[in-house]
């Protein structure tokens, strides 16, 4: 099955949902937010289903974040953005069934987001992570609020302040990352865990992780949301922008 940019695969009791624009990193497009949302809706109405496998289409990416080339620099532009992009990044958070991200190359800025959002990652030991928006003059919105909790402040802030990309080695130190695997054996680790899962009590996996994911969001979500339209409006974000599209270096004001 297809839903616009995203492949989804009925594997036994498991959904396979495959991000497939590799030639765009798999970034968020309008196609891959359309698709992700009725992948997970389909996984989530299909009784048979008991666990999601999230990966990448191609041997490079797992999701590259935010489809830069779409950005437009007007507040309702950036309101709406962050809306339609938070909305997909906590999908794997807001459906009832365990969701394990395979990340398979680089999961960058709104790529690691939804991998943080799952409630397992496995990476391939070519994976690669950050959250480089900060070199684009913008915030991870929603890294910014979970990072905190997931590798305390001091981490959270050095990754999100300098956006340089870390080894899945480094990430799996810091706890983002359940285990580290040889590339070709990536994938089926990933449909081994689900069918784990797949053999336990039903009703008990899903209390353990709405229990876990409950206080996530709130205020913080709110303000990092309120924040997007006034950096949307800066020459600095102007300018990163630019220089991402024009492949150059920014000079930041
Ligand atoms: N949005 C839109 N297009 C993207 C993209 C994104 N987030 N990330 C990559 N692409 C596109 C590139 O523009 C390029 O397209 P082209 O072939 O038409 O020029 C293609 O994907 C391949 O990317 P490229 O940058 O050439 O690959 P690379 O291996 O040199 O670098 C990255 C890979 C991930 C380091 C680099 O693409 C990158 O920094 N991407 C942006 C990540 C980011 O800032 N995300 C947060 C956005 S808020």
Redesign the pocket.
């Known amino acids: 099955m297809r839903f616009a940019s995203v492949n989804y695969e009925q594997r036994g009791t498991t959904a396979l949902i495959t991000l497939d624009e590799p030639?765009?990193?798999n970034?968020l497009s309008p196609g891959i937010r359309e698709g992700l949302v009725a992948a997970f809706a389909q996984a989530d109405d299909d009784d048979q289903i008991r666990a999601v496998v999230l990966t990448g289409a191609g041997d490079?990416?797992f999701c590259?974040?935010?489809?830069?080339?779409g950005f437009e620099f007007n507040t309702r532009y950036a309101r709406d953005f962050m809306d339609r992009v938070l909305d997909v990044l906590s999908l794997p958070e807001t459906t009832g069934k365990p969701v394990i991200a395979a990340v398979n190359g680089?999961a960058?800025?709104?790529g690691f987001e939804i991998a943080i959002a799952c409630d397992f990652v496995l990476a391939s030991k070519q994976a690669r992570f950050a959250v480089?928006?900060i070199?684009?003059g913008?915030l991870p919105g929603f890294a910014i609020v979970r990072l905190a909790e997931l590798v305390g402040r001091q981490q959270a802030k050095y990754l999100s302040m300098i956006g340089e990309p870390i080894s899945p080695q480094r990430a799996c130190e810091l706890g983002l990352v359940l285990e580290v695997l040889p590339h070709d054996q990536l994938l089926n680790r990933a449909l081994e865990l689900a069918e784990q899962l797949a053999h336990k009590p039903q009703l008990a996996i899903r209390y353990a992780k709405s229990v876990y994911n409950r206080s996530l969001g709130g205020a913080d979500m709110t303000y990092a949301k309120d924040a997007m339209p006034v950096l949307f409006l800066d020459d600095d974000t102007r300018e990163g922008v630019a220089a991402?599209r024009e492949k150059r270096k920014p000079v930041f004001k």
């Open positions: 030639g765009k990193l970034a490079k990416a590259a974040g935010a489809d830069i080339s680089y960058y800025g709104g480089p928006e070199n684009l913008l991402f």
